[in-house]
């Protein structure tokens, strides 16, 4: 048994637009307010995810959450007719209308927190027992993301969404309780070393919260989150790093660690000001790692003088996604086109791809994305489950080349090309949006 890595990326709905909500989030920031285009966003991220599944035939598709959220306005106190709820929000608190209707959700990345089977204290590697890991199961615990309004939106659906998509023996678990004091958002700030062998991985989590802060820019995921979930899934204390993020990444639009850092199997690679005093806490990661998996591991930190956290987050270098496909032995690596036209960005991962680190460079057009703040990496979200469940997976779920041509035909029939806030207080506009929701999400659903 050998564990592989599902990709989980959610269709952008078609109320995908620029609200500038994102916090601590440059880009989202400074297109805030701009007209957006669903049906290129919805396009782009399909074509990501059709290239993944052409490599690895282990893309799983799950569909946009529906939008809008009355719950949410009305909760907040608009009333009387849907279209008036609407309407009110526009006028009164357009943020609030934009949190309602927002498609955040497509940056999976900040789903939920995952760890496979064998990690856990009472997974088969740590007893030597191979029939005690019949009952573990990969943990997944679904982020709160209650640091931004507009993502505390996600959660509920999200459950729903993940139970629905993956296989049983995956345990998808509600969000961490404790409001702000356990703000979670998720893989984003996650990272476990380990390649597809027998032995359990490393699990280094990042949070922001603590001496000293950042000045500009509020930290989204508090420490203490970070140790409810290896609590939750029974990770063992020798495989467990914390590391905070550096106030300055913060600071500069590093609002989650996966804007400044990367890993995959045994690879890590990050800027040297992704995290604050933490040489030595990465010395021992090292070191386990040597421990555990008998080999060194890769780590690339990378200094500003090679590329400075400005250029970090306009370009989302550290966001590229790294992909291993069954015949070669070297991941491949999907970086932006924003990637490919900074010089001093192109140069390291051309460098390392050289070097021997990746495989191949793929680089993507997902402006869309880009525009609110996500890169490749945010679009997805990685589950690494033991390759003998792999027929368990709900067929539904995964993208064929025939269901990308049915989601693309959906996209282009039903989706507009451009959409303003204004748009959004219509009750017209959001009835066609979602029936399409509705329409996707049948055949991302049923098995017919
Ligand atoms: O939470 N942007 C998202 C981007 C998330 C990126 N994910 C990872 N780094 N893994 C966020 O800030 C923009 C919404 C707006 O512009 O209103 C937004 O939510």
Redesign the pocket.
Known sequence: MSLVELQLDRLVGPTH?????????L???K??GKSSNPAAAALQGLEKMRMVAAWTQMQLVTPPQRRPDFQLLRGLGFSGTNQDVLKQALEIAPQLL??AT?C?AM?T??AATISPASDAINGHFNRGDQQANLNAQTELTVAN?V??I??TTEPAQTLQDLRTALPPSCRVTAELPGGTAMRD????NHMRLGTSSKQPGIHLFVYGDGDPLPTHHQP?QSRAACEAIARRHRLPDENVFFLKQHPDAIDAGA??N??VAMSHQDRLIHHTAAFIDADVILQRVEHRYQQLHDRELIRIAVPAESLSLKQAVATYLF?SQIISTPSEVAPRIICTRQVEQDPAARKLVETWCAEGVFESIHYVDLDQSM?????P???RLRIPVSDDLIDTIPSYSRLTEAKYEQLRTHIEHDYVTKLTIEDLARVDFHQHATETQQKLARVLTSNH
Do not use: I, K, P, Y
């Open positions: 637009h620029f609200g500038g909500l994102g916090v601590g989030n880009a989202s920031q297109n805030a934009s949190a927002g955040s940056w990345a900040n993301l640091s931004s507009h993502r958002e998720g893989a984003a989204r609002f989650h996966d804007v966001n525009s609110g703040g996500g890169g990496a945010c679009l």
